[in-house]
Nanobody, 116 residues
Framework: QVQLVESGGGLVQTGGSLRLSCAAS????????MGWSRQAPGKQRDLVAH???????NYADSVKGRFTISRDNAKNTVYLQMNSLKPEDTAVYYC??????????WGQGTQVTVSS
């Protein structure tokens, strides 16, 4: 299996920034895409940002222009730089990795709270 450990969550004011990190370990040889999803209380889990091995990205419309996903393949780590944070961004953020022929693997999640 692959283990994913998120870090960087916390409490920030509206307009602030956070940088989330997610380090993968274990069975990482076949990692393809990586990304982030989030889930607010009572809401579905939605894609935030996705990045392929080659660096192609896509974002939820709600975060375009504010969030940037990146990865360090040598470190098996994916990052999410979050700027201009809004209260609507408050959620548990989960990183994930996709591996060839395997289902998506998820981290435990890290809480991001943006005060209004």
């Amino acid at each position: 299996q692959v283990q994913l450990v998120e870090s960087g969550g916390g409490l920030v004011q509206t307009g602030g920034s956070l940088r989330l990190s997610c380090a993968a370990s274990g069975s990482i040889a076949s990692i393809n895409a990586m990304g982030w999803s989030r889930q607010a209380p009572g809401k579905q889990r939605d894609l935030v940002a996705h990045i392929t091995t080659s660096g192609s990205t896509n974002y939820a419309d709600s975060v375009k222009g504010r969030f940037t996903i990146s990865r360090d393949n040598a470190k098996n780590t994916v990052y999410l730089q979050m700027n201009s944070l809004k209260p609507e961004d408050t959620a548990v953020y989960y990183c994930y990795v996709d591996r060839i022929f395997l289902r998506r693997s998820w981290g435990q999640g890290t809480q991001v709270t943006v005060s209004s």
